[in-house]
T-cell receptor
Framework: DAKTTQPTSMDCAEGRAANLPCNHSTISGNEYVYWYRQIHSQGPQYIIHGLKNNETNEMASLIITEDRKSSTLILPHATLRDTAVYYCIVRVWFYALNFGKGTSLLVTP | DAGVIQSPRHEVTEMGQEVTLRCKPISGHDYLFWYRQTMMRGLELLIYFNNNVPIDDSGMPEDRFSAKMPNASFSTLKIQPSEPRDSAVYFC??????????????FGSGTRLTVV
């Protein structure tokens, strides 16, 4: 799997958009970008994934650059409940997920 | 659906004892994964199954660890004998990837294991 690089931590004010970056410069053509999050003491939760097109669901939007070497997860209106560790993972579809250290997002009132 | 169910939620055992963790995946999911999480090492994949068959157990730390999936609705992770360094949160996850869609893994609530 391609390696990913994420900032260790980020802050965001409640109600504002949270933009979480991820670099994956060695991504291969058949590798997808996945985002998961883990709220304290809970199991990780799937957020969104994409191959090359931008994706949106009820939780978030995923923006993938045209060269696919980086992506951004956008939480459009962050709430206190979005405080969590966010993992960006790149992998071939149906292979097992390998989690890195992720970004610790703190949403403040 | 009740989601992925793990038991027990908490386990405290003495060093040298056998520990068995249990997992019930979501009905119809054909992939099952066991992960371990510690502060030092983060989330580590231990083993995963497809249609009850172990596919990759390269993450299992040593022979003291074993995992089975006797049927599509049940899996166990056993540690024998247990050691203090096995203390961690153990997560089970299941998934049903398909060509038409991939809804990701669904994780259980985890089992917090403490070996004293």
């Amino acid at each position: 799997d391609a390696k990913t690089t994420q900032p260790t931590s980020m802050d965001c004010a409640e109600g504002r958009a949270a933009n979480l970056p991820c670099n994956h410069s060695t991504i291969s053509g058949n590798e997808y970008v996945y985002w998961y999050r883990q709220i304290h003491s809970q199991g990780p939760q799937y957020i969104i994934h994409g191959l090359k097109n931008n994706e949106t669901n009820e939780m978030a939007s995923l923006i993938i650059t045209e060269d696919r070497k980086s992506s951004t997860l956008i939480l459009p209106h962050a709430t206190l409940r979005d405080t969590a560790v966010y993992y960006c993972i790149v992998r071939v579809w149906f292979y097992a997920l390998n989690f890195g250290k992720g970004t610790s997002l703190l949403v403040t009132p | 659906d009740a989601g992925v169910i793990q038991s027990p939620r908490h386990e405290v055992t003495e060093m040298g004892q056998e520990v068995t963790l249990r997992c019930k995946p979501i009905s119809g999911h054909d992939y099952l994964f066991w992960y371990r999480q510690t502060m030092m090492r983060g989330l580590e994949l231990l083993i995963y199954f497809n249609n009850n068959v172990p596919i990759d157990d390269s993450g299992m730390p040593e022979d003291r660890f074993s995992a089975k999936m006797p049927n599509a609705s049940f899996s166990t992770l056993k540690i024998q004998p247990s050691e203090p360094r096995d203390s961690a949160v153990y997560f089970c996850a299941s998934s049903l990837p398909s060509v038409s869609g991939d809804y990701g893994y669904t994780f259980g609530s985890g089992t917090r294991l403490t070996v004293v």
